[in-house]
């Protein structure tokens, strides 16, 4: 990499290979595409908000991997008793 | 004790197998085991040629498989190693002449007459890639350091879970160190932490390949070739050595030299 990549932040081509591929092959070993996991995400916040008040805007869902399995991971931030006390008055 | 069947495969063609095949089968020869191997890739055979042993070829493994001769007529001996043998491709026949029972078949009359039998998978997961990894014990995956490669190489590294012929260990091929110190090549370490798989060897590029090629004598045979080192420590973990990996950086600084030292790299 040279100066002139490094100072305008310029990512050197093994890096990029690195990023592209392990998304690449998050897809190809879950057969699940990125539409499908946005669908997911909808369908998931759906059937919570259900039982409890989520913060619909922060819930982050992604694939993580471990070794060569993958898994479903969900983040999802419940909204405070507190503020739902008083939003019920 | 019966032999060890081993197949070498990869998905993306081009990425080394018939190399990888031909120079193991050489290091194992070397160190004093009866080799036999057969190439798997029927309609498109380079094997023979690879080995040098093109002129000798009388029958192949259709010629066995359908009874026109017996297995051991189809056993091409080699020209240098007494205790190794090809068994080439039909050339003008395709996958489909072969299924994977005949492959069973075929290597159960071979298992009592050697120590290893190695295979040359074809390129792709098809029909030929099924009868390649059908009898196998092990199947050592192939790839080079570069993003299509990879990505066949996982995908194959699944289906080989999923057909239970177990996740497979990895040998990284052509791997060009000075790229790699660039941060222009993707490292050993990347592709181990992209694949998740067991290591069995880095093959670093070298021009010795394709002149040792060129001759018709696998670069396994040059004692001074580092990819022809390379493949010869691959062939003595097979055979169950322990030999530390090649240091393919001599160009290391002096903090890299530190961290080696004390273990953090």
């Known amino acids: 990499m040279s100066l002139f990549e490094r100072f305008f932040g310029k990512k050197n081509s093994a890096d990029n290979a690195k990023e592209r591929l392990q998304l690449v092959l998050i897809h190809d070993r879950t057969d699940l595409t990125p539409a499908e996991l946005d669908s997911l995400k909808d369908d998931l916040i759906a059937t919570i908000s259900r039982h409890v008040e989520i913060d619909a805007q922060a819930m982050q869902i992604g694939v993580e991997h471990d070794g060569r399995s993958q898994r479903l991971v969900a983040d999802i931030p419940l909204k405070a008793a507190r503020r739902r006390a008083k939003r019920s008055k | 004790m019966p032999a060890q069947v081993i197949t070498i495969t990869s998905g993306k063609g081009g990425v080394g197998k018939t190399t990888a095949v031909a120079n193991l089968a050489v290091g194992l020869a070397l160190e004093g085991a009866k080799v036999v191997c057969i190439d798997g890739d029927i309609g498109l055979r380079n094997l023979d040629v690879i080995l040098g042993l093109e002129n000798r070829i009388v029958y192949d493994i259709v010629d066995v498989i359908e009874g026109r001769c017996r297995l051991k007529q189809a056993m091409i001996r080699d020209k240098k190693l007494p205790e190794l043998y090809l068994i080439p491709a039909a050339q003008t026949r395709d996958k489909n002449a072969v299924s994977p029972s005949d492959m069973n078949r075929l290597i159960k009359d071979l298992r009592n007459d050697c120590d290893f039998v190695l295979i040359d998978s074809p390129a792709g997961i098809e029909r030929g890639f099924k009868n390649a ?52 090549m993707l490292s050993a370490d990347d592709v181990l932490d992209l694949l998740a798989v067991e290591l069995i060897g880095v093959v670093p590029e070298d021009e010795n390949v394709i002149i040792s090629s060129n001759r018709g004598a696998p670069v396994a045979f040059d004692s001074k070739s580092k990819a022809g080192q390379a493949f010869r420590n691959i062939a003595k973990r097979l055979r169950g050595e322990k030999v530390p990996f090649l240091d393919l950086d001599h160009t290391g600084g002096l903090w890299q030299q530190l961290q080696r030292l004390t273990g953090r790299k």
Do not use: F, M, Q, Y
């Not at chain 2, 996982?154 to 012929?165: Q, Y």
């Open chain 2, 133 to 184: 990894i059908a009898a196998a014990d092990r199947v050592l995956v192939i790839t080079n350091p570069e993003v299509s490669a990879v990505r066949d190489a996982d995908r194959v590294i699944g289906i080989l879970e999923a057909e239970g012929k177990g996740p497979g260990a990895l040998i990284i091929n052509r791997l060009n160190p000075t790229l790699v110190k660039n941060h222009n």
